[in-house]
Nanobody, 119 residues
């Protein structure tokens, strides 16, 4: 059973910073992909940033230069430091992980952490 626990969200003023954390119950290097998604009320879930299986990092255009995904293998944790936050960054942030095994793909999601940016 894979567990992912997100934390670090909160209320911040525009221009401020937060660092999200995602703690996994197993080695983060065992996953084929990990990253951060977000979903604002009434909107579709969107990719924020992600690691691929060959350490390719993808970012949404809207967060490039402001957010930087990173990971600490020793702590089995993926981070998302977020700077220069904007009201449009307000959303629930999730840390999914994908595991390919036995010819099947499994996606795991945490409970999410809420980020609210006030203007």
């Amino acid at each position: 059973q894979v567990q992912l626990v997100e934390s670090g969200g909160g209320l911040v003023q525009a221009g401020g910073s937060l660092r999200l954390s995602c703690a996994a119950s197993r080695s983060i290097f065992s996953f084929n992909a990990m990253g951060w998604y977000r979903q604002a009320p009434g909107k579709q879930r969107e990719l924020v940033a992600a690691f691929g299986s060959v350490i390719i990092t993808n970012y949404a255009d809207s967060v490039k230069g402001r957010f930087t995904i990173s990971r600490d293998g020793a702590k089995n944790t993926v981070y998302l430091p977020m700077n220069s936050l904007k009201p449009e960054d307000t959303a629930a942030y999730y840390c999914p992980a994908t595991l390919l095994t036995g010819g099947a793909s499994y996606d795991y999601w945490g409970q999410g952490t809420q980020v609210t940016v006030s203007s």
